[in-house]
Each structure stands twice: as structure tokens, then as C-alpha cells.
């Protein structure tokens, strides 16, 4: 079973970024299938944000495209989420998983908090 291992969470100023990480503990989990990146607000389910594929190709929801960028390392089996532009509004735990996601594969999400 696939360990998704989420991390760089915490505060971020008004005008900030962050680089947030999701860690893939198989190699054929993470590069042969496209990975997605999701976000749950306090009260919500969890929303679809961005997802790259195997090969790079990347998809944003509308509300995020121009202040989010997504990536992914190979070597490290890591995917790399960049929050930037306009701060997060209040908190909200981000999470990655296959896409499409499998509700067995949740990881504990990493927290992020905007603060003025």
C-alpha cells in the first residue's frame, strides 16, 4: 500500500508563498499515473486544486490558475505543490493523492494558516 507523506505547512504572510512537498513511498505509484493536489476547508470536503501527469502536463482549477504552480521530481518521488501570489484565506489542510483519488491512499494532510 502507497504511504503519501504531505509536509511544509504552516503560516504565511499576506503576499507570500509557500513550497508544500508530498512525499511517495512507491516509485511506480508516483510516476506512472497522474497525481493530484487537494484542499479542505474547515467544515468541507476536500476540493480538487491541481494534478500533473506522468509525463509533466499540468491541469489547475479555475480558482487557483495564476497563483499556483505544481510539479514533480522523479529522482525523489516528490510533487511539489507552490502557493504564491495572494495569501491562503484562513486554514485549510492540503493533501495529495492519484488522480483520480482513491480513499484508501489519504494521507494526514499538511495545515496551512494565512495570517495579515
Known amino acids: 500500500q502507497v504511504q503519501l507523506a504531505e509536509s511544509g505547512g504552516g503560516l504565511v504572510q499576506a503576499g507570500g508563498s509557500l513550497r508544500l512537498s508530498c512525499a511517495v513511498s512507491l516509485s511506480t505509484f508516483f510516476s506512472a499515473q497522474s497525481l493530484g493536489w487537494y484542499r479542505r476547508a474547515p467544515g468541507n470536503e476536500r476540493e480538487f486544486d491541481a494534478r500533473i501527469s506522468a509525463t509533466g502536463t499540468t491541469d489547475y482549477e479555475d480558482a487557483v490558475k495564476g497563483r499556483f504552480t505544481i510539479s514533480r521530481d522523479h529522482a525523489k518521488r516528490t510533487l511539489y505543490p507552490h502557493m504564491h501570489g495572494p495569501k491562503p484565506e484562513g486554514t485549510a489542510v492540503y493533501y495529495c493523492?492519484?488522480?483520480?483519488?482513491?480513499?484508501?491512499?489519504w494521507g494526514q494532510g499538511t495545515q496551512v494558516t494565512g495570517s495579515p
Open positions: 493523492n492519484g488522480w483520480p483519488p482513491a480513499e484508501g491512499n
